[in-house]
């Protein structure tokens, strides 16, 4: 392995199953909300807006969205530790592009994402949410995770490297969570009992997000969501990763 | 000018909310040299290492290593510098050896030759007791060794050392700079280091310059700038009192506020 590339990023993969902890309190988190919320509130999965697949095929992707909350900090943290270190500044004298090393950070994030994405599916095959999408459908909602994960995560590293403060690492992944309350999460948008709610909901790109997944996951809903939400997925992974990217000279200068 | 692998003209940097830091410092240095940089806390000594090795800007000025431009060649500036800044820079889960093996295959070597310099590196070092533990575990004097070999893994033809032996223990001290001299003279490094000890810059430096408020304020051989201002067979550290005291007196101030 002669290509730095691969060594930076081999260094953030190994230091994200060294440091579990971001990926495994996501994890977590979304199985509780999944079993917490079918078993209050699954029963009105038999009305006709909830398409006939059960509730917990319309709940999964909240289950999914809500990994990003925890999981897209790794690579803030991990930055952070480096930054407090002084180990940073060794790696900006390597003669390899700066922003290589965020760029690493972001990508394990992304990877362990898309890992946990798949992981938290396979729980709501097994709590009883039907996966009639198939592998297609499992993949497509893994990647838009990932896509929107990593934007999340490289948002929170920028904001890291531009404020200094690692107690930050958090807010960016704080504001995904409440957006989740603001999206068609648990009922859909026509059930939503007040209208400035579903006039919030129509805004909030995590609506968009979670509906593409259920139409891809469980059949629900409409296919034009899904290319809405790539796009969504992946202005917010390129805007997020560019941030990150020209944060880097905020660290050194 | 040929001959200078360092050269800097009229660098300027001003900290936002801050000092100015170096207000126009024109400096060459010679290739293989061993060059002591001088001057009080906040003369800008750090500011102008870190300039030089790349990690900070100047606003104004400019420099070259190597024949290089700071401004347009900093990736293959950064392949022949090596930089050990005032604070140790470890991974601090990162064990002695797999440490350097990362930083020699970051600098292009393959597997076996990074391990290869490794273990030349820490049996230069003195670091085969503790080659397998953790940055964090070690000793403050065994990591500024590691820190000094990390910047020595890729041989670069200038090594930069800011307050290099600082915290090191008088035998740590005498083996540190038994290898600078060797690696000056074996393998033609530019050794260019800050101190605020005045017996190394006299021991250990060819020339010297002495920062002050931002400026270059004398540029020298050692044994000129300790014979023009301490007298004859003066030390450097009489040489060196003597002249910031007469900056002082020049700049308006009484002779018992510099005293003071």
């Known amino acids: ?253 | 000018m040929p001959g200078n692998i360092i050269e800097a003209r009229g660098l300027a940097r001003t900290y936002r909310k801050g000092p100015r830091a170096l207000a126009g410092v024109d400096l060459s240095v010679p290739a293989a040299c061993r060059f002591a940089l001088l001057g009080a806390n906040g003369a800008g000594k750090s500011t102008l290492v870190r300039i030089l090795c790349t990690l900070s800007r100047a606003d104004s000025g400019g420099a070259s290593i190597a024949g290089l431009p700071l401004s347009g060649g900093s990736k293959a500036i950064r392949s022949l510098i090596g930089v050990a800044l005032q604070d140790t820079q470890l991974d601090p889960a990162g064990r002695t050896r797999d440490q350097l093996v990362f930083q020699g295959r970051l600098y292009g070597l393959d597997r076996k030759r990074a391990l290869g310099r490794a273990e030349e590196l820490v049996g230069r070092f003195g670091l085969e007791p503790v080659a397998d533990r953790k940055a964090r575990e070690l000793s403050g004097g065994n990591k500024r060794r590691l820190h000094v070999a990390l910047a020595l893994v890729h041989r670069p033809r200038v090594l930069f050392l800011d307050e290099p032996t600082v915290g090191m223990d008088p035998e740590s001290r005498a083996a540190f700079w038994a290898e600078m001299r060797r690696l000056n003279a074996e393998e033609g490094v530019c050794v260019f280091f800050t101190t605020q000890y005045l017996e190394e810059a006299d021991r250990h430096g060819d020339e010297l310059a002495v920062l002050d408020a931002g400026l270059v304020a004398y540029r020298g051989t050692v044994p000129a700038f300790a014979a023009e201002h301490s007298g004859p067979g003066g030390d450097l550290e009489a040489g060196y009192l003597n002249f910031v005291e007469s900056r002082r007196l020049a700049a308006g101030a009484t002779k018992e506020a510099v005293h003071a």
């Open chain 1, 1 to 253: 392995m002669r290509n730095p590339g691969l060594l930076i990023i081999g260094r953030a993969l190994k230091r994200l199953v060294s440091n579990p902890a971001p990926l495994l309190s996501g994890l977590g988190m979304s199985a509780f909300f999944l079993v917490v919320y079918d078993a209050a509130i699954g029963g009105i999965g038999f009305l006709p807006e909830f398409g006939g697949a059960g509730y917990m095929a319309f709940l999964l992707p909240m289950g999914v969205v809500s990994l990003l909350f925890a999981s897209s900090s790794g690579s803030a943290q991990a930055l952070s530790a480096d930054i407090a270190s002084g180990y940073f500044q060794r790696l900006a004298l390597a003669p390899v592009p700066r922003s290589a090393f965020v760029l690493a950070a972001i990508l394990a994030d992304a990877i362990g994402v898309f890992a946990s994405s798949l992981a938290v599916l396979g729980l709501g095959a097994l709590l009883g949410a039907p996966l009639s999408g198939g592998l297609t459908g499992v993949l497509g909602t893994a990647a838009l995770a990932t896509l929107f994960g990593g934007g999340v995560s490289a948002a929170s590293a920028a904001t890291v490297m531009r404020s200094g403060k690692v107690e930050l690492a958090g807010t960016i992944g704080s504001a995904v969570f409440m957006l989740l309350f603001l999206a068609p999460t648990f009922v859909p948008r026509e059930l939503m009992g007040a209208r400035w709610l579903q006039v919030v909901s129509a805004w909030n790109p995590l609506s968009y997000l979670m509906e593409a997944m259920r139409f891809l996951v469980s059949g629900l809903g409409e296919a034009a969501s899904v290319p809405a939400a790539f796009a969504i997925a992946g202005a917010a992974g390129l805007g997020g990763t560019a941030l990150a990217a020209v944060s880097v000279r905020k660290v050194l200068n």
